[in-house]
């Protein structure tokens, strides 16, 4: 890492003769331990329970009519309206206490975590080179409602066709399938919301169901009008709703350098990076969900049923995102060493494109198995029924449907220097414009410039500290520069997003974000002072270093008029100072027969 924030990363090279090799790794972790929750028992709740109800419940807890209540609820009730005595009030608390969940949830929605990963590596060649590598992941997190595998491909390969003239050719590729259960939520949710008296299954094994909002007799009427039962039972619906996602993920590199001169190279390098996901949200026809969106959809007539207007069956709600890039870069590099002087410098231009789509859609009456669907009155639906079977009476509903495309462009000049005396004395500078899509379009406000400079001093390799062998490195450093950062949610240009007025039954485009032609930069000056060693055989190591910031052309929402459209807007309009120092010291403190012990303190 440069003083100016370049980073230069030297990447693996076949060489030599072919070779083949393997790597692999097993992980196995245990199930999470309850303890750390600090939950309540069943005995410990009750008691809560009865202490809240007692102080604040009288006359207020109760049933409702057609609604599911709690067995604490519904027997505090009786107590309270004096339907059941003391004895057999304490009777149904104590009941109630000896009964835990935890095990049975931990059965069902827990496991031993299992990860395993496999990679094989293929590597040679002198002329020509290549390093190919294959790597196969799969986990079984202790969730065990979720598995996921993982699929990754990279090839690199480097043609030196003469001295001056060399092909570097590389590809990756990406390959993951990630599969949940979602009829039931996760154990740790359930830990924390449902009561350890509400069992998964009876002492012979059996599922049972919980209610979620109708009581026993309200379901038995949508028996009689001859709908489906609402029962919700937890062991059963865990497979009936699934989530899986796939992913495709491929990117390319070629590059082509040429070296004139043994001081001059220049390469031009080409990129391009396609993104496929596809996620299937399903919930099948005799899920819980679809089942009380049947009923719930279903009108009434002089208490009989009288239309089905939600469809019967399962719902797919398909989520597809797409992303194609591409980068184009031609880039001079020079470097000459002569006498105790070094320079080394570097100009280029790039141009890039981003550009994402996705959509949603969503399927009634859907069966994963034929692949089919039943249309509906969706306008109706979304309108709102009156008179239905659901137990308020009404019903909306509204699938969820969008497009999306967005695209990002940009165009860059840059350049980077750097001077080296006697390899101890260090000047580095870089400068850079760079002009998108994304901000204004006034000419004051494009191709601002971002720059920054830097100095070092390696002391260590000073004369006068030459007998001090215990010094590995000392170095002084000092850096300035400008950074930006692209501003996201605002644009130069009138955005609008359409949508759907269900009233009217019209297609609606709303105003999302209004122009700002002079939208730019948010600006970043950072003033950087350092100091580095590594002392004893690089037993110890550490780094002193103080910084300041200022920030200005601050980007954030700022009040507005209303009257003008839009309450709040995101603009350039704020400044920020942060300043501080850092302290960072390492050692090795032991290292005897392969046993290491080490340490590290911060201080900021």
Known sequence: RAANGVIVIETTKGQGRFAVSYDGMVRIQPIPSLKGLNLMDGHELAQCDDYLFRAFGRGVVKPRPGFWSDDHVRQFHKWDVGQIDQATYQSTLDSLAALDNRTQIRNLLERTALYHSHSLTISGGNQYRMIGTARFEQSFPTDARNTNRT??????????????LRLDLEGQGLLAHDYT???V????????TLPPWRMLRSPEGLPLAHYKDRDEQSIQSLVALGLPEERYVPVEELSRSYDQNNNRWARANVALTYSPLEVLSIE???????GWQRRDQVDTKNSYTMIKSFNDGTTLSGGKVDEHVFPQGGRLRETLNE??????????????SFSAHRVTALLGTEIRSVRSQGSQNELLGYDPLSLSSTPCDEARLTQGLKETAAIWGNFVYSPVRWVSDQEERYTSLYA??????????NLTGSLRFDQSNLWGTLPRVQWKPLWSVGASWAIAREPFLQAARWVDLL???ASYGIGGNVPRGAYPILTVEPGYNDITNLQ???????????LRWEKTATTNVGLDWVLFGSRFSGTLEGYYRHTTDLLGNRSSDPTLGWTTLETNFGELVNYGCELTVAGLMLNVAGVTLSGQVLFS
């Open 416 to 425: 980077t220097a750097s001077y080296c005396f006697q390899s101890r004395y």
């Open 475 to 477: 170095t002084l450093r």
């Open 508 to 518: 609606t485009l709303k105003l999302a974000t209004p122009p700002n032609p002079e």
């Open 185 to 192: 939520p996760q154990a740790n949710k359930l830990y924390l």
């Open 323 to 336: 992303s194609f890039s591409y980068t184009l870069r031609l880039q001079a590099n020079y470097d000459q």
């Open 151 to 164: 699929l990754d491909l990279s090839l690199r390969s480097i043609a030196a066709f003469t001295p001056q």
């Open 268 to 274: 031009g390098r080409g990129a391009v990076e396609y």
């Open 181 to 183: 259960k979602t009829g």
